[in-house]
């Protein structure tokens, strides 16, 4: 299995196509995406257990919204069981993705302990506010981000090429790796649309709607919210599968 290499205009491409795939399908995705969301909301909410939980089925699980942004593309009937269709393509294997995802955050975590005395890893573990200066935070979630870089890198496409290819958990994440690092160029466009679409669009929009609702107090922000969440993330999820398409087409016609 080799990875294409493409230009860095596909960045912007892979978020417009994404788009396009959810304009195909508006409800149904959103549906899946709040419904995602809610699912991990949940099982955090349950300390320790509930958050391994989450860790372990995070792959499975964005599977499945992958096989549901394909076959909206390809313009097949979708129900919302598809959200748990990923249990049923390579599923050991899946979870075997999602434990070595916790154990190396964790060890990510606890090596950034090391910096600010636990305060970052408390903050995720527990949302508990850190007690220790600004600085020593700074300097951990520095660390903690360029640790993650890689660690993202290696998980981007591998869910998916474990499930459609039957690829075994070490393969799949290098061969995702290998991906991510050939389209760098790519990926980078790909976030500054990212950040433009997510980011400063919605702060354009929060800043308009605030001169002419400046006295309905949190309308706004509603407003806001729900832009980015009926539209701005149903997109991004599609946009994943797009970048999965582009990069390995020379081995999509076997899916």
């Known amino acids: 299995m080799q990875a ?35 699912l991990m909301a949940l099982l955090n909410s349950i300390p320790l257990v509930g958050q391994i939980a989450a860790t372990v089925c995070m792959p499975a699980l964005s599977v499945g919204l992958m096989n549901a942004c ?3 593309e390809q313009g097949a009937p979708l129900s919302p069981h598809v959200l748990f269709s990923g249990f049923n393509e ?25 910096i600010d005395d636990g305060a970052l890893f408390n903050l995720f573990l527990t949302g508990k506010q850190p007690g220790v200066a600004d600085s020593d935070l700074m300097l951990a979630a520095q660390f903690a981000l360029l640790m993650f870089a890689p660690l993202m890198m290696a998980y981007w496409y591998a869910p998916v090429l474990a499930a459609w290819h039957g690829l075994s958990a070490g393969k799949a994440l290098f061969f995702s790796f ?49 832009l980015i969440v009926f539209i701005v993330l149903p997109t991004l999820y599609a946009s994943f599968y797009v970048s999965y398409r582009d990069v390995f087409v020379s081995i999509d016609d076997d899916v």
């Open 4 to 38: 294409l290499t493409l230009p860095a205009s596909r960045g912007w491409h892979w978020f417009y196509d994404g788009f396009r795939i959810f304009r195909k399908n508006q409800l149904m995705l959103t549906l899946l995406v709040l419904s995602y969301w809610m």
């Open 178 to 226: 290998v991906a991510c690092a050939r389209n760098w160029r790519a990926f980078l466009v790909y976030s500054l649309v990212v950040m433009i679409a997510g980011a400063l669009v919605p702060g354009l929009v929060l800043a308009a709607l605030s001169s002419f609702f400046s006295d309905q107090g949190s309308l706004p922000s509603i407003m806001l919210t729900l």
């Open 90 to 114: 390579n599923w050991r294997v899946q979870l075997v993705l999602g434990a070595i995802y916790l154990v190396i955050a964790v060890a990510i975590l606890g090596i950034s302990a090391l």
């Open 70 to 72: 394909r076959m909206i």
